[in-house]
């Protein structure tokens, strides 16, 4: 009856399953590598970067053009203070403003300007290639997750194949209960044995939450959104794959490799920097010109509005004196439109500037400069040596994996063969059903060693794919 209740309630979760999956969303390989190219925070964070990277190549750019500016002033003065109209101190308040467009032209900066711009390309072409470094490498922990899911799913199915096989056991050990050719005790043994599969495919169906959750973490998806991954056909048992020589693989990573590529621009792009720090040992020369005017409220002038008799003599034989019209002028302050155009003043001319001593700034900076030049050197050699050992290693784990592999066959056979032969002999009452469960488990462990090995296989087989530059593909 225990047995019974316990079947019912695995039927239920399974069919519980089985709804669950087809309310879950299918997402194939293809799928997740484009899911977590667009919202992975690490390649965002990226893109960020180069976004940066190529704005400053348009700020570099744009230092070779001319800087243009405009200046606007206004004074109140107050006391002893200079009437810019006359050019006279006055104790009265004056009220100034200013106006000031001036452009300045670089000409020679020591070729700064110009290897600059060089250096921020070279800088946004590594951001990119950095870039598609990381996008790999996230493929690359993808398909691992992947992977991980599938091979859990594998085993889940395994040990739910061994459940319905102790099942069916038990209750053909019922019948020959039930007719006396079987010791009751045997039951018990079978009820154990059952128990132990319903543990295993807890632990199965544990650890496929948690390659789930690891692939949600990487495609950076809501932990409480639902998906199932499609299984690829996977076949392994008609050929293997082929593993190139390690030296092959080496040179082909060389040539195609973006980490490789990324460390050589940056080479280059620390030995411009070598030559920028270096112009500031030259001297700077610079085209210049301006035009500005001043504002004073003391800037005045004469406005006539009515005309009046004013005496300018007299009439000697008869004394009358004579009147002429005079207009009457009025001093008003000058409209500033006028003031522009009366006091406009405007200068050009060049700069030279030649560095005598600026604080050792151009031995330091060219000392930097040879620093970084050498760090970036030992770095691209240690980018070499270190995917040269990445590929030796994922070489020798391929090698490895395929022994595994073909090893773990072998022995999936002669468990088969021992659980085939268990019970034969149980059927004769040669053993009891504990031999016979023990020849069960070892199946179970066999074909469970035989998955983990298939796809520790897969894994490193793709990773040398990976340094290949073959695209990653799971069917």
Request: proline share 3%.
């Amino acid at each position: 009856m225990q047995l019974i209740k316990r079947m019912i309630c695995l039927l239920l979760i399974s069919c519980s399953t089985t709804s669950l999956i087809y309310a879950q969303e299918k997402w194939d390989w293809s799928q997740c590598i484009e899911y977590a190219m667009e919202n992975n925070i690490q390649i965002q964070l990226d893109q960020i970067n180069i976004s940066l990277s190529e704005l400053q190549i348009q700020q570099n750019r744009l230092s070779l053009t001319p800087f243009v500016q405009t200046d606007a002033s206004y004074t109140y003065a107050v006391g002893r203070t200079v009437d810019m109209s006359k050019y006279q101190y006055v104790t009265k308040p004056v009220n100034t403003e200013n106006f000031q467009l001036s452009l300045n032209q670089p000409i020679f900066e020591g070729l700064k300007n110009l290897q600059s711009v060089k250096k921020s390309k070279l800088d946004f072409q590594a951001a990119k290639l950095d870039n598609e470094t990381l996008k790999q490498n996230i493929q690359l922990q993808i398909m691992n997750a992947y992977l991980n899911i599938l091979n859990a799913i594998e085993q889940e199915q395994q040990a739910k194949e061994q459940l319905l096989r102790s099942q069916s056991q038990y209750q053909n050990n019922k019948i020959m209960v039930a007719k006396g050719a079987m010791a009751e005790r045997m039951l018990v043994d079978n009820e154990a044995q059952i128990a132990s599969d319903e543990y295993n495919i807890a632990i199965a169906q544990q650890q496929i939450q948690l390659a789930y959750m690891a692939l949600k973490t990487i495609l950076q998806l809501d932990p409480s959104k639902e998906i199932n991954i499609v299984q690829p056909d996977i076949n392994l048992n008609s050929e293997l794959y082929k593993i190139d020589p390690v030296e092959e693989i080496y040179q082909n990573a060389i040539s195609i490799r973006p980490e490789i590529k990324s460390a050589a621009l940056k080479q280059e792009s620390s030995q411009v920097g070598l030559k920028i720090s270096r112009s500031a040992y030259y001297p700077s020369l610079s085209f210049f010109s301006g035009i500005g005017a001043n504002l004073s409220d003391q800037f005045t002038e004469s406005t006539s509005h009515d005309l009046i008799e004013t005496p300018i003599g007299y009439i000697k034989s008869t004394g009358e004196s004579v009147y002429t019209q005079m207009p009457l002028s009025n001093s008003v302050t000058m409209p500033f439109g006028k003031q522009i155009k009366n006091n406009m003043s405007y200068a050009f001319g060049l700069n030279l500037s030649i560095p005598i001593y600026n604080r050792r700034a151009g031995y330091l900076s060219s000392s930097r400069a040879k620093l970084a030049l050498k760090q970036s050197d030992l770095e691209s050699k240690k980018i070499q040596s270190d995917l040269y050992n990445n590929i030796k290693e994922a070489h020798i784990k391929a090698i490895t994996s395929e022994e595994n592999f073909k090893a773990s066959q072998k022995s999936l056979k002669a468990a088969q063969q021992s659980l085939d032969y268990a019970q034969e002999r149980l059927k004769s009452g040669a053993i009891g059903q504990l031999e016979l469960n023990l020849a069960q488990n070892n199946l179970l462990i066999a074909q469970s060693r035989l998955t983990q090995a298939k796809f520790e296989y897969i894994f490193n087989v793709k990773v040398l794919d990976f340094y290949s530059g073959k695209k990653i593909d799971l069917n």
